[in-house]
């Protein structure tokens, strides 16, 4: 098969040898003559997805807990656990799983109990874990940690940004609340990057609906300034905006700009939006791009302390 045939396609059609409606592995693809490269390609011209490593799925198929059952059921053994980021995508956790993953899957963090060594392969990411009976749930035909388990477990990383990315992103599924979270951190003491996850847990707040959103949040509650709320009403006349990390009394507030939601039609949005924060509202309202507050030069600490002073010479005024 030569996949540059599909290219002319808007979606990929019932005439494509493998299901357009559900997930196949790659060793699927392998049997009915789709070669590695040219599920590379499909991927690329935005053909096909895929959502985890190993498994492919039509770009036309309905991303939900369902399907993403379904995939991790191609690719986990019976008798492992799904963990960490995969365990909370799987429940519906969106900010989990990095930029363009689709394009280029992480393996599976998979884990077997205590005394069953590790699995060994090139899709999982494996090793071996204790668990109590009341961190573990089964979704699907798929055995997985809970929400505030993962959310234990992804706290426990080096940096705290990642760190309390996963908890807003886990906190968000409502499955636990901040002092239950905060009640389970002893238990792991003494393990690798606690400090980490006891520094970040008080702050989770799941009202976060990105991963930049809590960068921008976490940059700013390091700043010797008022601190920030995540998603602040703005309400005036009737009408509602909400502002993605914001101080309500100095009224100011930072939007994340994601590239995917924030360019083409989505900016005209955003300036009609802004014009009515700035103009009607009376708010002070910087955009922050992906760059201000991820890259190597980013500036997001400068917009925070900026925009603050220049709100509370506004209020001066």
């Known amino acids: 098969m030569r996949a540059s045939r599909w290219f002319t396609q808007t979606c990929l059609d019932h005439s494509f040898p493998l299901p357009v409606d559900a997930p196949f592995a790659t060793r699927d693809a392998l049997a009915a003559g789709v070669t590695a490269r040219e599920l590379t390609l499909l991927c690329r011209e935005g053909l096909l997805r895929t959502p985890i490593k190993g498994v492919y799925v039509a770009a036309q198929v309905r991303d939900d807990t369902a399907h993403r059952l379904a995939c991790l059921r191609l690719v986990t053994p019976p008798d492992a656990i799904v963990v960490d980021r995969h365990a909370g995508w799987a429940q519906g956790a969106d900010m989990l799983l990095h930029p363009n993953e689709h394009l280029d899957a992480m393996p599976i963090a998979m884990f077997l109990p205590h005394g069953r060594g590790r699995l060994r392969n090139k899709l999982a990411e494996s090793g071996e874990r204790t668990f109590d009976d009341r961190d573990l749930i089964e979704a699907g035909g798929v055995r997985m940690t809970t929400p505030l388990r993962t959310a234990l477990d992804l706290g426990r990383q080096r940096w705290p940004e990642p760190a309390l990315t996963a908890l807003d992103a886990l906190h968000r599924l409502g499955a636990f609340g901040v002092g239950e979270l905060l009640s389970e951190v002893g238990r792991f003491s003494r393990m690798r990057w606690v400090t980490t996850l006891r520094l970040v847990a008080p702050h989770t707040d799941g009202r976060a609906q990105s991963g930049g959103e809590t960068v921008v949040r976490w940059r700013w509650l390091q700043l010797p300034v008022p601190p920030p709320e995540p998603q602040v009403e703005v309400r005036v006349n009737g009408r509602v905006a909400f502002v993605d990390v914001g101080n309500e009394a100095l009224r ?11 360019t083409g039609a989505h900016a005209d949005d955003d300036e ?7 103009q009607d509202a009376d708010w002070l309202v910087e955009p922050a791009w992906s760059a201000d507050v991820y890259g190597p030069d980013r500036r997001i600490d400068d917009i925070i302390l900026d925009g603050v002073r220049r709100a509370r010479r506004r209020r001066a005024a």
């Open 252 to 262: 100011f507030g930072v939007e994340f700009q994601g590239v995917e939601w924030h």
């Open 272 to 278: 009609v939006r802004f014009g009515w924060l700035r």
